[in-house]
């Protein structure tokens, strides 16, 4: 067996990972790298394969091809719904006799993507309920594929664990482990201790905050700080405006339910807040959607943006922008390109982290000055991350004991950690593969 590190190994993002088996190949995920993605926004909007290529916004996957290997993938397999994970395939799916197995809302999600980008991909999509699992045809064998439900900041976020003649491999990007999520099922345990026992020959992990001596919150204590900024701080006459990640429906939904205690008309505002609610309305996994508008296109938000600016008092806005990303909602609100105009009293909640890329922390930085000129009220981080810190890693790899690890998601000097880690739990250098994109390992 054989593992090809396509993307993901040096950078947050480009997530690929392809799996040989000598007459069978399996892919987990296909995702952007956002950074560029974002940049070509700014300047063209049309997406191909070709300048996605050239600008690094998607896997290196051509290796595939140098190793006769493309046309043996069977599947390909994304661990959940984040663009970082699914956003390369309505561009590289084409590519492959392979068949594309999610879960509901990671494939309801997907479906959308390439509805957006006007692309028909000949690959099947194949639905897999999270907690179940499906067979995988290869040329001359099956293969089981478990998806083992696990808490992250989406919804119906899957470990996928692959059962191979050489031993099980768990593909573990990217998850937290909150036995509170406010939405959804806990991590399955269970199954986690069963495919322990059994034997983990490899585990491909998320080794993005390794360096961090923390056990990442749970979801409730996110839900915990809004109450105290929504519910705790006067707000009466204020204009209040929410930014978050489109995909945290679990977020969303707390939203929801601290705006309807306030008594405010709730209003999503974007695009992206759209496509990610939809999706989740189609897999009934929206409670929210009755008690929300949504403005999207041009003339829609404009005028419901000149209703706000009017009567702010009475509304909660949601909408995208959080990572100060150029021509957001927010940021198209800070520069004075929409028809509302912010008031000292107005309070601006960035329900998120930023993202650790420079371009990012830049944006963010532009933004933060621009809303502060204005005087407006800013909060920052009421927010918990969604992947596992320290702590948590120490406790999963307790539990499932592999023999292999291979630390994924992030540059060396986020994931590295990971080998100490392992290290101060009796791991052997030998056994840990601490790696770059673009490499082989064998086994």
Not at 174 to 195: A, Q, R, S, V, W
Not at 350 to 368: Q, T, Y
Not at 402 to 407: A, D, F, G, R, V
């Amino acid at each position: 067996m054989k593992i090809y590190s396509i993307g993901g190994y040096n950078e947050v993002g480009k997530n690929m990972t392809a799996i040989d088996l000598g007459e069978d190949v399996i892919l987990f995920d296909c995702g952007f790298f956002l950074p560029p993605i974002v940049e070509l926004e700014n300047s063209e909007r049309a997406y191909t394969e070709k300048k996605l290529r050239a600008i690094g916004a998607v896997p290196s996957d051509m290796l595939l091809d140098k190793l006769n290997l493309r046309e043996k993938v069977r599947a390909i397999i994304p661990s959940h719904a984040h663009l970082d994970h699914i956003g390369a395939i309505p561009f590289l799916g084409h590519r492959y006799n392979a068949e594309v197995i999610g879960t509901p809302f990671t494939i309801e999600v997907l479906k959308t993507l390439l509805k957006d980008e006007n692309i028909h991909l000949k690959n099947k999509l194949r639905v897999v309920q999270p907690n179940s699992f499906c067979y995988v045809q290869g040329k001359n064998k099956r293969y089981k594929v478990d998806f083992i439900n696990i808490t992250h900041s989406t919804i119906h976020c899957s470990l996928i664990a692959l059962h191979t003649p050489e031993g099980i491999i768990l593909y573990a990007n990217d998850f937290k482990l909150d036995n509170n999520p406010t939405m959804g099922k806990k991590p399955n345990y269970e199954k986690l201790k069963e495919i322990g026992k059994e034997g983990v020959k490899v585990l491909i992990v998320d080794s993005l905050y390794s360096g961090d001596q923390r056990k990442t919150a749970s979801e409730k204590i996110a839900k915990t700080l809004l109450e105290e900024v929504l519910l705790t701080t006067n707000n009466e006459n204020a204009g209040l405006i929410i930014t978050t990640f489109s995909s945290h429906i679990a977020r969303l939904k707390s939203i929801v339910e601290f705006g309807k205690k306030l008594n405010r008309k709730i209003v999503f505002l974007g695009r992206s807040l759209n496509k990610y609610v939809g999706a989740a309305t189609r897999v009934d996994m929206c409670p929210f959607r009755k008690d929300i508008e949504i403005a999207t296109y041009r003339k829609q938000l404009e005028s419901k943006l000149k209703q706000i600016n009017k009567k702010r008092e009475e509304y909660l806005v949601v909408c995208t922008g959080h990572q100060g990303e150029p021509g957001s909602i927010l940021d198209r609100l800070s520069r004075n390109k929409l028809p509302f105009q912010f008031n000292k009293a107005d309070h601006i909640i960035f329900s998120s982290s930023v993202i650790p890329a420079p371009s990012n922390i830049e944006n963010r930085e532009k933004l933060d000055m621009r809303l502060r000129k204005r005087g407006t009220r800013l909060f920052n981080n009421i927010h918990v991350s969604g992947h596992a810190g320290r702590e948590d890693l120490r406790d999963f790899l307790n539990l499932l004991n592999p023999e292999n690890i291979i630390p994924s998601h992030g540059s060396h000097d986020k994931i590295g950690p990971m080998v100490d880690l392992a290290k101060e739990l009796g791991y052997k250098p030998k056994n840990i593969h601490l790696i770059d994109n673009q490499q082989k390992l064998n086994f």
